[in-house]
């Protein structure tokens, strides 16, 4: 499961009124390869569900992650930071052994 903070939640509603983005669009979190770690969070509007994709819910928002994706995002939870030292939304995963300094590459 991942779990969506209050931030999170209030910032994915703004995008999605601010980018004209409907209802069945849900927000879609997979990790691919690359950065400075070896790999990476990807984040964004998806209104397509696959065969392999899981489906949570946390405070209304809908998530969709692959299967492979999930292997690495099991508990993670989605943050937004809208302060001083940095703006946007960050992950907060307990599966991740190293991370980069910049937070948008882990590896495991």
Excluded: W
């Excluded at 770690?37 to 405070?59: C, N, Q, R």
Aim: include cysteine; proline fraction near 1%; aromatic fraction near 8%.
């Amino acid at each position: 499961m991942i779990i969506v903070s209050d931030k999170a939640k209030e910032r994915i509603l703004e995008l999605k009124k601010e980018e004209g983005r409907t209802e069945n669009e849900n927000i879609r979190v997979s990790v691919k390869g690359g950065g400075c770690s070896g790999l990476m969070y990807d984040l964004g509007f998806d209104a397509i569900l696959s065969d392999t994709d899981h489906v949570f819910e946390d405070k209304g928002v809908k998530i969709l992650v692959d299967r492979k994706s999930l292997l690495y995002l099991a508990g993670t939870v989605l943050e937004f930071s809208d302060g001083l030292n940095g703006k946007g939304f960050q992950f907060v995963n307990p599966n991740a052994s190293r991370t980069c300094g910049c937070g948008e590459s882990f590896s495991v």
